[in-house]
């Protein structure tokens, strides 16, 4: 049986590695959508020795199939976004417990103690429909900050720029997580010289504006709010822990995540550290899910584990995936 406390204490990559292969096994046993995607594969589960030999699902498994490793009762189904009458992504937590461990623990790793700041969030495609688990974990993170100015914003720009102002006058350190397009938008109002606040963005345009690259981005950025650096989160519905860029896009991981980056046109090929091709994500947090995910976005991974995202695949480049949906 693996437990929280096998997961987040891994100590080394051959400690990771060892979980990841009981994680991996686990799951084929217990994970019929994943047993299936693995036999489908001819994966004999007993000759799997490495990371690079362990099967990926595709990430499009989670709008197709209900994808659980055990048969306890759904505690909270997080749902993705997306357009009207478009199939979404359905992540089916049974342990909501291993969610909060997760990203508690992962942002401590990465910004200390969450009392030391006021939490504000400008997230309003994420606010207006149910089931986000960003959401959730920022609605919980403002609770654990513990401070009577934390709290959300929808539309109302005026409070949130006085706030931001009156509170970094004051010395207060602030984290103001934001969706891409309402962050441009608040300094569309407003430009501001912050020294005491983070600003992450949690990306996504929703087809609000056009889309930019990262350094376009983060350069209009960092001049509205005043700051050198922009900080970035990557997650997804369908994982239950964050990486966090501290500036420049480049991403690292809390111990108890590592990515693999595919190629390209061969699904089941990975490539060099500097390349780009698709990223991989383990997630040993999905033990309840599946922890070996093949994302739609593109990368590529630096020598000492931390990755970037560059894109993502268009529906013309998931070739690999294709041939997996079963």
Known sequence: MITASDIFAISSQKHFEKI???VF?????????????CDFLKTDPHKVKSLQQI??????FFKSHQVVSNT??????????????????????????????SYRKGFSEFYGNIEDYVVLALLPSYLEREGSSLIYMVKDLIELSNHPESGFYLHNHDELIAKLIALDEAGQNVILIGVTFALLDLIEKHQFQ???TIIMETGGMKGKRKEMIREELHEQLCKGFGVSAIHSEYGMTELLSQAYSLGNG????????QILVRDTEDAL??????????????DLANINSCSFIATQDLGKKNPNNSFEVLGRFDNSDI????LMVL
């Open 20 to 22: 990841a292969l009981k």
């Open 25 to 37: 096994r686990f799951q084929y046993e217990n994970n019929l959508v994943y047993k299936e995607f």
């Open 55 to 60: 099967p990926f699902l595709p990430i499009q």
């Open 72 to 101: 306890n009762p759904i505690q909270e189904t997080f749902t993705s976004s997306g357009t009207t009458g478009m199939i979404t992504s359905k992540h089916l937590v049974t342990d909501v417990t291993l969610y909060e461990e």
């Open 194 to 196: 912050l020294q005491h």
């Open 250 to 257: 480049v991403f690292e991981c809390p111990s108890w995540i």
């Open 269 to 282: 090929t990975y490539i060099q550290d500097g390349k780009t091709g698709g990223i991989n994500v383990i």
């Open 319 to 322: 070739r690999g995936c294709n």
